[in-house]
């Protein structure tokens, strides 16, 4: 569904575009033009079109800052729950970094005959690693990056968009202290959701929309932190937040009005925080 949203963008929205997912549409294999076609008829819902906002506003910040930190000399990027992200085959960017993409067991199986159907090269630079966030202890992260090339000597930026909500707050807490232990000067982009009592009306109305369909199809949604909360857990786990970023900041800083129907709403967050210097 993000990696729907990303096409979408690309084909309903006005531009400028927010975020420039030129192989979405590839990856979304034979499924594309049911998923597409709810776009193109019903683009103004909502839901669609705040799916859209989500998807493409975080992964613009999330690739904008990677490319500031590997201009600083950061050459590893983990993505956590990667699913369908397409960074590593469409940016010329993943030729200066090794890309790990992380996800469960099953979700990188379903990619790697993805990529084998659609005639995508796997480049040499990146390496899809199965991980269970909730079945395996935290602490293996780092020997499956390990043993995919990872370096455990320098650092990285790590991102984890589109998953904390499905996870319980446990699980959350023992990956970022998993997080917490990667090189000083390692950086992490995580999503979180907000508690009902701290999201606007179009976020609450996404909200009671999205999370009901979410419970249906077996996934629901389970944790929900506040600013403070998330703040509180980042330094539980030795990660110094650095900023919370929220969607109108990435949309268009400005302000101006865009003519489609992109607009900020008040759900999710991104927390940027660091790994110190020991």
């Not at 998923?35 to 906002?53: C, I, K, M, N």
């Not at 949309?251 to 991104?270: K, Y």
Request: proline share 6%; glycine share 8%.
């Amino acid at each position: 569904m993000a990696a729907a949203a990303r096409a979408a963008h690309l084909l309903v929205d006005d531009g400028p575009s927010i975020f420039a997912d030129t192989l979405a549409h590839t990856f979304l294999g034979q499924d594309a033009e049911e998923l597409l076609g709810y776009h193109r008829s019903y683009g103004g819902h909502p839901v669609l079109a705040g799916a859209r906002t989500t998807a493409v506003t975080r992964d613009r910040y999330t690739e904008d800052r990677l490319a500031e930190l590997a201009d600083r000399g950061v050459d590893q990027y983990v993505i956590l729950g990667a699913g369908l992200d397409s960074f590593a085959y469409r940016s010329e960017l993943a030729a200066r970094v090794a890309v790990f993409e992380v996800d469960l067991p099953a979700t990188q199986e379903w990619k790697r005959e993805l990529l084998a159907a659609t005639g995508t090269e796997v480049p040499p630079s990146a390496a899809l690693v199965p991980f269970d966030f909730e079945q395996e202890p935290a602490h293996a992260l780092a020997g499956h990056l390990v043993r995919a090339g990872f370096d455990p000597g320098r650092p990285a930026l790590v991102s984890w968009l589109g998953v904390t909500m499905y996870l319980t707050r446990e699980a959350v807490g023992q990956t970022l202290a998993a997080i917490g232990c990667f090189p000083p000067g390692t950086e992490l982009i995580v999503e979180h959701l907000l508690p009902a009592g701290l999201r606007d009306e179009a976020g609450q109305s996404y909200a009671e929309a999205v999370m009901a369909a979410a419970a249906e199809q077996g996934e629901p949604w389970r944790t929900f932190l506040g600013v403070e909360e998330m703040d509180a857990l980042l330094r539980e786990h030795r990660l110094n937040p650095v900023e919370y970023v929220r969607q109108h900041e990435i949309m268009d800083p400005a302000g101006r009005e865009r003519t489609d129907a992109l607009r900020p709403f008040g759900l999710s967050v991104l927390a940027r925080a660091g790994v110190p210097a020991r």
